[in-house]
């Protein structure tokens, strides 16, 4: 039996509807693994940026001079190695749990395009062939006429059968493949999760430890405030910054 013109839209709706929605949920794939990579990226350039820091410090004269001061930029030294430790840890387990299951995931799909591609030209043929025996049907019956008819016919029934075939397949393993994106997913966005809570709760414990070795017993934010002001008065009162 040819595909009646209702029969046909309504598998064309449908197909394109399921289809649809794979393109959004691979667009949505490729975009998700391309912000967790820079998000990783930025994590790992800010923690070695901080990490450098310290190390300046330390190679600052003014450490040699000062055994406060060196005491206080060793804290901090090692509060960012550990911190940039950590930061390490937190990066490959996202990148192990997270962005490769994305990239595998998103591997599938160049497969299903091109079986939609096959799809796409068993659909030109049929409406191609289906044209020719729709033109045929049109003419006088004549003995010509009807003998040409059957042969299209014949053509284009294996056409239309190929064209049922990757129709049904299609529209029952789209909906499925979307489907399982929520089985596929959820691991890998709860191991996001932890590895974000295991960081920063790791990263609470090393600045607390770190505020209590630093801070001066009696002295607020403020009160450090206006030390800094004063202390920035003074130099600025020096002949040799002093406004011509």
Same mark, same amino acid.
């Given at each position: ?12 709706? /449908? ?20 912000d967790l990579k820079k998000s990783t990226d930025a994590d790992l350039a800010m923690s070695k940026s901080a990490v450098k820091i310290p190390l300046d410090l330390l190679s600052n004269p003014l450490c040699e001079q000062d055994q406060d001061l ?6 901090? +030294?090692? &509060?960012?190695?550990?911190? /940039? ?29 091109? &079986? ?8 030109? /043929?049929?409406?191609?062939?289906? &044209? ?50 929520? /089985? ?24 607390? +430890?770190?505020?209590?070795?630093? +801070? ?13 002001? &004063? ?12 406004? +011509?």
């Amino acid at each position: 039996m040819i595909f009646q013109p209702v029969k046909m839209l309504l598998v064309e709706r /449908d197909f394109e509807r399921e289809y649809g929605k794979l393109q959004q949920l691979e667009e949505q794939t490729r975009k998700l693994q391309k912000d967790l990579k820079k998000s990783t990226d930025a994590d790992l350039a800010m923690s070695k940026s901080a990490v450098k820091i310290p190390l300046d410090l330390l190679s600052n004269p003014l450490c040699e001079q000062d055994q406060d001061l060196l005491s206080m930029v060793t804290a901090l +030294d090692t &509060a960012m190695k550990r911190m /940039d430790a950590f930061n390490q840890e937190k990066v490959n387990q996202i990148q192990k749990t997270v962005i490769e299951p994305l990239k595998n995931f998103g591997s599938v799909f160049p497969s299903l395009n091109m &079986a939609v591609k096959r799809r796409e030209q068993a659909l030109q /043929d049929y409406r191609r062939l289906q &044209a020719k025996v729709e033109k045929y049907e049109e003419k006088e019956k004549t003995g010509p006429v009807l003998a040409k008819l059957h042969q299209a016919r014949e053509e284009l029934r294996p056409v239309r059968e190929n064209l049922e075939a990757k129709n049904r397949q299609l529209l029952e393993e789209m909906p499925r493949f979307y489907s399982s994106r929520l /089985d596929y997913f959820q691991p890998s966005f709860e191991s996001l999760i932890r590895a974000q809570v295991v960081y920063y709760s790791e990263m609470h414990k090393i600045f607390g +430890d770190l505020t209590q070795q630093l +801070d001066q017993p009696g002295h607020s934010d403020e009160q450090r405030e206006r030390e800094n002001e &004063a202390k920035l008065s003074e130099l600025r009162a020096l002949s040799i910054v002093a406004d +011509d």
